[in-house]
């Protein structure tokens, strides 16, 4: 990606909410938080895969 990708006023708006939450967390809150954001990033990761694999008719 060679130019960077602005965020909408409610995206920074989410982004301002998420940081106050995360501040407000233990630390252990947080790491557990961090390992169950990052399980749901590859789950979406992998039904993106699948869903263009089905589009574009390709064997897994």
């Known amino acids: 990606m060679s ?3 602005d965020l909408s ?3 920074q708006f989410n982004i ?3 940081e106050t939450q995360v501040q407000q967390m233990s ?3 947080a790491q557990e938080f961090l390992v169950n954001m ?3 990033m590859l789950v ?3 039904m993106y895969k699948d869903f263009l694999r089905h589009e574009w008719g ?3």
């Open 27 to 29: 630390r252990e809150q």
């Open 9 to 11: 006023l409610e995206q």
């Open 3 to 5: 130019q960077p990708v």
């Open 38 to 40: 990052y399980r749901q």
């Open 58 to 60: 390709i064997g897994a």
């Open 44 to 46: 979406r990761e992998n």
């Open 16 to 18: 301002r909410s998420f």
